[in-house]
């Protein structure tokens, strides 16, 4: 136990970078798995297939794999950044292609008539899509995007593979000094599931604020 | 769904039905079409980095090493029947019929599988399979693949007999577990690129950005020369040697044999100064123990004595470190042990 409490400056550290990077990510893949979903649903055939593309080739491979080739591999052709930024990158690009998932089940649980109403207001693809069908489809995909943020908050954890000295990597290194795993890696445990029951009350929360009425 | 069910000739025929569950709108061909696409482009940056990959194993005759080994197991030592004792823990081995190790499969030169032959290579594996021919009679070993963070939990649940795993001997490991030995005694040392300048001491690390393998005795050694520095890890030995090149920290520290190795094969590499560390490696043991301890103990004196000892290490580490194998550290002599 001492072991634990003796080493909670170097834990918390640790801490303020995962949460860093799992709000960076997780901005990132909000914003990037809505482009995607829109291209998935639009009407244009290879914007469609782009899109799907996208969600195949980021969904089917590990994310740990890919963290590794942007490492070490990008440096290679000349792109290179720093440590962290290349994680936040990577997690959020691979996260996008679930969210861009979630949110195509949300758009197509929206009922056709609700697009074609609104195209018959005259509306566009992306004034429909805006003001008509994603506010009903964020509405219903509120909970799969909490258990996506989860999942999320605990991919980050793969960054300690690439250097990143988040949560997990800082409880390892004070174990290398205490050999002491089971207090360390317990509490490393504890402070992630705090972590993702914030996210759970938040997603309970908005999911009855966002309810559609149908 | 019925074809997802249908057992596919392959592994990944199967994967591919059971995805077309998830996205039944595109059609199989599309979904081939788009796998040949991801495949080609990845195989198009794994080809980008192959020029400048590094090469894992350190160099020399594997095959040669290999029949060398054989020779020492041979002549190996077995233990008596009579300090065999009835109910402890060199019986259950000797039942079992395999001595179960953990250790690694990629530290090169101490304990790295070899991906030709399947076979693990180096000194501490070396050591394993002759305490595995002292207690059973022949070299029958399975190397569990453990990690600083699960090394003291294996040991006390019993999964594992022995840790060799270059498992320094410090007084807070010595609580959860026995050690024998010290077995091996080394050190750290510090590498730069070619070229770099004002690094010449480990102390001049300090405020620098430095390279070190996650897990390993060198994090906490850099703390202690350099407390200002910013300590970047990752988990294996080329992968280091790769963020060096790629300038993610100016120096890189590793065990000092390791570095000489990786010097080998990237002439870019340059090691500065001498060892600043001394890590005595002890064989890790269940706590409380005692019985096992001293039969480890009496394996490693006989081991020496009969210079088995030094032909693991003429195999392995002696492969790029000049001169003879040092002398053995005295058993017992370092606290904890």
């Given amino acids: 136990m001492d072991a634990l409490?003796?080493?909670?400056?170097?834990?918390?550290?640790?801490?303020?970078?995962?949460l860093q990077l799992t709000l960076l990510a997780f901005?990132?893949?909000?914003?990037?798995?809505?482009?995607?979903?829109?291209?998935?649903?639009?009407?244009?055939p290879v914007l469609r297939a782009a899109g799907t593309f996208y969600v195949e080739t980021l969904q089917n491979i590990p994310l740990l794999v890919l963290l590794i080739l942007a490492v070490f591999g990008l440096p290679e052709i000349g792109v290179q950044a720093e440590l962290f930024t290349t994680a936040a990158m990577v997690i959020a690009l691979y996260q996008a292609a679930y969210v861009a998932e979630a949110l195509r089940s949300g758009i197509n649980s929206v009922p056709a008539g609700q697009g074609e109403a609104a195209r018959a207001m005259g509306l566009g693809f992306t004034g429909s899509l805006r003001h008509v069908v994603l506010p009903q489809a964020l509405g219903t995909v509120v909970q799969p995007l909490g258990n996506i943020f989860i999942m999320l908050t605990m991919n980050t954890s793969l960054a300690a593979a690439v250097g990143v000295?988040?949560?997990?990597?800082?409880?390892?290194?004070?174990?290398?000094?205490?050999?002491?795993?089971?207090?360390?890696?317990?509490?490393?445990?504890?402070?992630y599931m705090l972590l993702s029951s914030v996210v759970g009350f938040v997603t309970g929360v908005l999911e009855r604020k966002l309810a559609v009425a149908r | 769904m019925v074809e997802a069910r249908r057992p596919g000739p392959s592994n990944a025929h199967q994967r591919m039905e059971l995805v077309m569950v998830h996205a039944p709108a595109l059609s199989r061909r599309r979904r081939a079409a788009l796998t040949v696409v991801t495949v080609l482009s990845l195989a198009g940056v794994a080809a980008c980095?192959?020029?400048?990959?590094?090469?894992?194993?350190?160099?020399?005759?594997?095959g040669d090493s290999g029949k060398k080994a054989d020779d020492a197991f041979a002549k190996a030592p077995v233990a008596a029947a009579s300090e065999i004792l009835p109910g402890s823990t060199m019986e259950k081995i000797k039942k079992r019929g395999e001595l179960i190790v953990g250790?690694?499969?990629d530290a090169p030169l101490l304990s790295q599988q070899n991906p030709v032959t399947g076979q693990v290579e180096g000194f501490d594996a070396d050591l394993g399979k002759l305490l595995a021919k002292y207690i059973i009679g022949e070299p029958k070993v399975r190397i569990v693949n453990s990690a600083s963070e699960t090394r003291e939990a294996l040991l006390s649940n019993g999964t594992v007999d022995v840790v060799f795993q270059t498992y320094t001997i410090t007084p807070e490991r010595a609580k959860q577990v026995a050690f024998a030995g010290p077995y091996y005694t080394s050190g750290l040392a510090v590498a730069v690129k070619k070229g770099t300048?004002?690094?010449?001491?480990?102390?001049?690390?300090?405020?620098?950005?430095?390279?070190?393998?996650?897990?390993?005795?060198?994090?906490?050694?850099?703390?202690?020369?350099?407390?200002?520095?910013?300590?970047?890890?990752?988990?294996?030995?080329?992968?280091?040697?790769?963020?060096?090149?790629?300038?993610?920290?100016?120096?890189?520290?590793?065990?000092?044999?390791l570095l000489v190795a990786d010097g080998k094969t990237e002439p870019e590499l340059q090691v500065v100064g001498e060892p600043f560390t001394t890590d005595p490696y002890g064989i890790?043991?269940?706590?409380?123990?005692?019985?096992?301890?001293?039969?480890?103990?009496?394996?490693?004196?006989?081991?020496?004595?009969?210079?088995?000892w030094q032909q693991a290490w003429k195999n392995s580490i002696g492969t790029v470190v000049q001169g003879d194998a040092p002398a053995p550290p005295a058993i017992g002599s370092v606290p904890g042990s």
């Fill in chain 2, 49 to 62: 980095s192959g020029s400048g990959g590094s090469a894992a194993v350190p160099p020399g005759a594997p």
């Fill in chain 2, 197 to 257: 300048t004002g690094i010449a001491k480990p102390e001049d690390l300090d405020g620098k950005t430095v390279i070190a393998g996650a897990n390993t005795p060198a994090i906490p050694a850099i703390k202690k020369v350099a407390p200002n520095a910013k300590i970047v890890t990752f988990g294996s030995d080329p992968e280091c040697v790769q963020a060096l090149k790629q300038d993610r920290g100016v120096a890189y520290v590793q065990d000092q044999s």
């Fill in chain 1, 165 to 191: 000295v988040e949560l997990t990597a800082a409880a390892n290194r004070v174990n290398l000094i205490e050999a002491q795993p089971i207090p360390i890696f317990v509490g490393a445990g504890v402070a």
């Fill in chain 1, 27 to 44: 901005a990132g893949a909000f914003v990037v798995g809505i482009l995607v979903a829109t291209a998935r649903v639009s009407p244009v």
């Fill in chain 2, 103 to 105: 250790g690694s499969l």
């Fill in chain 1, 5 to 18: 409490l003796g080493n909670l400056p170097a834990l918390r550290e640790g801490l303020v970078v995962t």
């Fill in chain 2, 284 to 308: 890790g043991l269940k706590h409380g123990d005692d019985q096992m301890k001293k039969f480890v103990n009496d394996w490693l004196k006989k081991a020496q004595d009969a210079g088995l």
